[in-house]
T-cell receptor
Framework: GQQLNQSPQSMFIQEGEDVSMNCTSS?????WLWYKQDPGEGPVLLIA?????ELTSNGRLTAQFGITRKDSFLNISASIPSDVGIYFC???????????FGKGITLSVRP | DGGITQSPKYLFRKEGQNVTLSCEQN?????MYWYRQDPGQGLRLIYY???????QKGDIAEGYSVSREKKESFPLTVTSAQKNPTAFYLC????FGMGAVEQFFGPGTRLTVL
């Protein structure tokens, strides 16, 4: 089946640093979504990408839809303590709305 | 405010008992989903429904059942047949149709089976 790969499982950065995460697959996806999950809460949608090559920003977050349609990147600039959480990528291959999720990257920010 | 509610937040049950998790949305979304999340794992799809009175099995449906009698509600029953039911359960909803694929999640229910 389709799989989305996110690695490493955990990342540790200093407050104020930028961080980049990627999500890769051997399959082509038509839509990429990035979610953030705080401990004990449901994921919150950060950014949605619909076109290959698309670059979209949401505040300090920037995400890109890879040209090959097999990957996506999320960048967080000038990290702050509330950026701590699990970041999931999700992809959609068709119009049936069944998303494939990566396993997530746990981000820790040291003050 | 529009959103998705799940209740209760924490649920404890004895082994062998069925338990039903509630999910309600007032976003007027057509589609609703149930996911299971285990530590270090991504979200795994249990069941989904694109329209009232219709639902489909996801990737890990064994030991679970659902109903979709109303557009706003999609309860999940964890039956005694589910071998490892302790997990964090997430409900989501979306507009169903081309060009609208974002899923919005509820706050989750943590089920612990003793």
């Amino acid at each position: 089946g389709q799989q989305l790969n996110q690695s490493p499982q955990s990342m540790f950065i200093q407050e104020g640093e930028d961080v980049s995460m990627n999500c890769t697959s051997s399959s082509i996806f038509n839509t990429w979504l990035w979610y953030k999950q705080d401990p004990g809460e449901g994921p919150v949608l950060l950014i949605a990408l619909y076109k290959a090559g698309e670059l979209t920003s949401n505040g300090r977050l920037t995400a890109q839809f890879g040209i090959t349609r097999k990957d996506s990147f999320l960048n967080i600039s000038a990290s702050i303590p509330s950026d701590v959480g699990i970041y999931f990528c999700a992809g959609l291959t068709g119009a049936n709305s069944k998303l494939t999720f990566g396993k997530g990257i746990t981000l820790s920010v040291r003050p | 405010d529009g959103g998705i509610t799940q209740s209760p937040k924490y649920l404890f049950r004895k082994e062998g008992q069925n338990v039903t998790l509630s999910c309600e949305q007032n976003l007027n979304h057509d589609a609703m989903y149930w996911y299971r999340q285990d530590p270090g794992q991504g979200l795994r799809l249990i069941y989904y429904s694109h329209i009232v009175n219709d639902f489909q099995k996801g990737d890990i449906a064994e030991g679970y059942s659902v109903s979709r009698e109303k557009k706003e509600s999609f309860p999940l029953t964890v039956t005694s047949a589910q071998k490892n039911p302790t997990a964090f359960y997430l409900c989501a909803s979306s507009i169903f149709g081309m060009g609208a694929v974002e899923q919005f999640f509820g706050p989750g229910t943590r089920l612990t089976v003793l």
